[in-house]
């Protein structure tokens, strides 16, 4: 409501100011526009009128970066004042709307600190609920605990990203008109909130789907690219500690050589051991893995 108070007249300002410059541009480019016939007559075609008018409101059209000046966009109404402040709290920011006054922006910096660290909770809320419904999904399926968790977590969330995104593919083609694949991309590029701006929802219910969307489906990119972070931090950490000349991850890394070297078919559970660190080994590798330790000491 705010926004739409300090935004909505500046907007009608700009909407009269580029049509009265409109009809004054169209009206001396029709007075002007004569043509010779063949017999030598100055004419004016009501034609070529029509033709010098459209190329003066395509050449506004084009200076303003294609953005129609001469009708009222409603870019300010009560609705999409709404869709603005959802694209601000989730930082997508298409870039379609944007505020020109003073006032709107030190607004908009204002609501932004305030809007947005509540916003990342609900978000994170979200993730979570999606982590608990994946762990209750695991233990149903898998009561004895026999599969990886980490590996079940991981085609969770990539069954649930690919069900997400497919959502979001059939609804913006049915409230936007997309195509298929115009429709997934947008999708995947709201829920990163990457929001290049080359689509944007135009309609009041693709405004309404997209904050819908972003509420529900967000915490499953989240969670993915959580997994993709948490495995490349660990896994960089361990070659950085090994790099340096760290002990403990020399111990593993050679006991791991050991066993491999022992019992060629056991690839899977040396990953295992590589991943839970000395800490988390059995008794009996600890035992393995001090003797290595201290005959490579010797």
């Not at 700009?14 to 001396?28: G, K, P, T, V």
């Not at 409101?57 to 300010?76: C, F, P, S, T």
């Not at 020399?250 to 791991?256: D, H, P, S, T």
């Amino acid at each position: 409501m705010v926004f739409s108070v300090l935004e909505r007249p500046a907007e009608i300002a700009e909407f009269e100011e580029a049509r009265d410059n409109y009809e004054q541009a169209a009206l001396w480019t029709m007075r002007n526009g004569t043509g010779v016939s063949g017999g030598g007559e100055v004419t004016r075609s009501d034609a070529r009128g029509a033709q010098c008018a459209k190329r003066v409101k395509d050449a506004y059209r084009i200076a303003n970066g294609g953005v129609d000046k001469l009708a009222d966009n409603e870019l300010w109404t009560v609705s999409s004042c709404i869709f603005f402040c959802f694209t601000i709290l989730s930082t997508i920011g298409y870039g379609s709307i944007a505020p020109v006054t003073s006032e709107g922006r030190i607004f908009t910096i204002i609501f932004a600190m305030l809007g947005i660290p509540p916003f990342c909770y609900l978000l994170t809320q979200a993730e979570n609920l999606s982590l608990a419904l994946s762990s209750r999904a695991y233990h149903k399926c898998n009561s004895n605990d026999k599969k990886d968790w980490t590996f079940f977590r991981r085609v969770f969330y990539a069954i649930l990203l690919i069900l997400v995104l497919c959502l979001g593919g059939f609804a913006y083609v049915a409230c936007e008109g997309w195509i298929w694949t115009e429709s997934v991309y947008f999708s995947f590029v709201t829920l990163s909130t990457i929001g290049f701006g080359d689509f944007t929802p135009i309609s009041r219910t693709g405004q309404a789907v997209t904050c819908i969307y972003v509420l529900v489906a967000m915490g499953s990119l989240t969670g993915i690219f959580g997994i993709f972070q948490q495995d490349f931090g660990s896994r960089l950490d361990r070659w950085v500690k090994f790099l340096h000349g760290d002990e403990k991850e020399k111990n593993v890394f050679a006991l791991v050589s050991h066993r491999k070297a022992r019992e060629p078919t056991g690839k899977a559970r040396d990953s295992k051991v590589v991943a839970a660190g000395p800490s988390q080994l059995p008794s009996n590798e600890k035992i393995e893995m001090k003797a290595l330790a201290a005959s490579s000491s010797q």
